[in-house]
Structures are given as structure tokens and as C-alpha cells.
Antibody
Framework: EVQLVQSGGGLVQPGGSLRLSCVAS????????ILWVRQAPGKGLEWVAN????????YYVDSVRGRFTISRDNAKNSLYLQMNSLRAEDTAVYYC?????????????WGQGALVTVSS | DIQMTQSPSTLSASVGDRVSITCRAS??????LAWYQQQPGKAPKVLIY???TLESGVPSRFSGSGSGTEFTLTISSLQPADFAVYYC?????????FGQGTKLEIK
């Protein structure tokens, strides 16, 4: 069974940092693109970043580029999102997800979500 | 960036109804479009990809159509579990963009 289990959410002050983690199981992690999507309270979905199988390709939405870093550790079947210089508008539930088979840009399995609240 | 616009924003319907949701792209995305369903407090679930391919395990009452800039998600006979929020998503180019969502509510 494919599973993505997230950890690392919480409350952080503006300008602070937080790292999200996502541990995968039930599929060959190192052969899939993986990504982060977020959802502000009561709002829609926003793709944040994704990373290819060996970590050599990374893409970010403009609003987080330079502040967030996506990374992966294939030996640990883990995906990470390092978030720095956090702003109130980064408050959201963050989901990790897996790209579809053949690297297609849709997302077929999702984590349970982790709430990040940026507030003083 | 490609913009994705869904209509309607809210749709009221009854169990057994046939309903359709439209998604329009600001430029052609060929058939690189997915549809998701999101229940309250849950992660989204993919229903359709490549505009019309049904994801494994998704009931056949869901169908997708369209290409280029206009796409449709149709539910042939609404079931109680179908009342949720639906999103389209383009994946032709970065940044991947979702539509704003359509809330399907019980009439």
C-alpha cells in the first residue's frame, strides 16, 4: 500500500524557519518525482515545489523561490521542505504528494497534510 | 503563467442528478489536465488525468472530456459521497496551476 506520512508542522514566528518531512512507503521511492502542495485556510490548492528522482531537478512557485528548499533522501525514502523567512501568507496545510506514473504532472498519492501557522 | 478558471464556483444538486463542471485554461494545455476531489479535512484525490483517463479505482460515473482550453468533468448520477470540492489542474507547463475549485453541495 502506498503511503506518504508527514511530520513537522507547527507554529512559527514571521521570519522564522521550519522543516517539513514526508516518509514514503509501498512503492520504489527513488523512481518517482515528488512534490509539495499547500492550501491556505479556506482557500484552494497551490503547487509549491517538486523534485525529480535523483534530486537534480527542482522547480518552485515564484512566491517561495529563494526561501524554500525541496530535497530528498532516497536512502531514507524521505522528502523534505526547508522553509525559511516565513511570512504570514505561508500559513497553510502543506501536503506532500507523488507524481503519477511515467512522471506525469498529476498527483496520484498524497500525505495527510501538516498545518504550518506563521504568526507572532 | 497559465490561468485556470472553473465554473460554477458552487453547484447545488440532488442525489441522482447528472452534473458538469467546466475548467477553462488561459492558453492551450493540449490534454494535460487532471481533476481532483477533496472532502473536508482530507487530502485531494485524483479522479481523472490526461483530460479523460479515469484513475484506477474511481467509479465510472465520473468522466472527463475536452482539449486545448476547455474541459469538463461530468458526474453521471450523483451519489452522497460525491458532495465535495472539485479542482482542475494543468500540468503542461510550470508553474502547475489549479483552478479555484467548485463546491458541489446538496440541494
Amino acid at each position: 500500500e502506498v503511503q506518504l506520512v508527514q511530520s513537522g508542522g507547527g507554529l512559527v514566528q514571521p521570519g522564522g524557519s521550519l522543516r517539513l518531512s514526508c516518509v514514503a512507503s509501498g512503492f520504489p521511492f527513488s523512481t518517482y518525482w515528488i512534490l509539495w502542495v499547500r492550501q491556505a485556510p479556506g482557500k484552494g490548492l497551490e503547487w509549491v515545489a517538486n523534485i525529480n528522482q535523483d534530486g537534480g531537478e527542482k522547480y518552485y512557485v515564484d512566491s517561495v523561490r529563494g526561501r524554500f528548499t525541496i530535497s530528498r533522501d532516497n536512502a531514507k525514502n524521505s522528502l523534505y521542505l526547508q522553509m525559511n523567512s516565513l511570512r504570514a501568507e505561508d500559513t497553510a496545510v502543506y501536503y506532500c504528494a507523488r507524481h503519477g506514473r511515467l512522471g506525469d504532472g498529476f498527483f496520484d498519492y498524497w500525505g495527510q497534510g501538516a498545518l504550518v501557522t506563521v504568526s507572532s | 503563467d497559465i490561468q485556470m478558471t472553473q465554473s460554477p464556483s458552487t453547484l447545488s444538486a440532488s442525489v441522482g442528478d447528472r452534473v458538469s463542471i467546466t475548467c477553462r485554461a488561459s492558453q492551450s494545455i493540449d490534454r494535460w489536465l487532471a481533476w481532483y476531489q477533496q472532502q473536508p479535512g482530507k487530502a485531494p484525490k485524483v479522479l481523472i488525468y490526461k483530460a479523460s483517463t479515469l484513475e484506477s479505482g474511481v467509479p465510472s460515473r465520473f468522466s472527463g472530456s475536452g482539449s486545448g482550453t476547455e474541459f469538463t468533468l461530468t458526474i453521471s448520477s450523483l451519489q452522497p459521497a460525491d458532495f465535495a470540492v472539485y479542482y482542475c489542474q494543468q500540468y503542461k507547463t510550470y508553474p502547475y496551476i489549479f483552478g479555484q475549485g467548485t463546491k458541489l453541495e446538496i440541494k
